[in-house]
């Protein structure tokens, strides 16, 4: 299983990002797909997932509204758009795949919300 994040950068606050994780090894219709995030000093974060059976989605309070996830089996990726961004947003971003009861990770990508 890999997982490679796209799309991170510097943005000004109220900007976007898309990010993207291209995922491979595994049957991407079938699966729990998430956006993790870890700023400086802190926990990882679950910031949002989706799921392949029914396309559910879920969102952690704090970006509710202003971040939407999605999939595209045809492509085997999952993006996480993110709008409004906030200073608070600033941290590393990390794709995971939940396959049975295995984790898998991707690299990371910086996001860095600031004026």
């Known amino acids: 299983v890999q997982l490679v994040e796209s799309g991170g950068g510097l943005v000004q606050p109220g900007g976007s990002l898309r990010l993207s994780c291209a995922a491979s090894?595994?049957?991407?219709?079938?699966?729990?797909m998430s956006w993790y995030r870890q700023a400086p000093g802190k926990e990882r974060e679950l910031v949002a997932t989706?799921?392949?059976?029914?396309?559910?989605?879920g969102y952690v309070d704090s970006v509710k509204g202003r971040f939407t996830i999605s999939g595209d089996n045809s492509k085997n990726t999952v993006s996480l758009q993110m709008n409004s961004l906030k200073p608070e947003d600033t941290a590393v971003y990390y794709c995971?795949?939940?396959?049975?009861?295995?984790?898998?990770w991707g690299q990371g990508t910086q996001v860095t919300v600031s004026s």
């Open positions: 989706i799921t392949s059976t029914f396309g559910t989605t």
């Open positions: 995971n795949a939940r396959i049975g009861l295995t984790d898998y």
């Open positions: 090894g595994f049957t991407f219709s079938r699966y729990i």
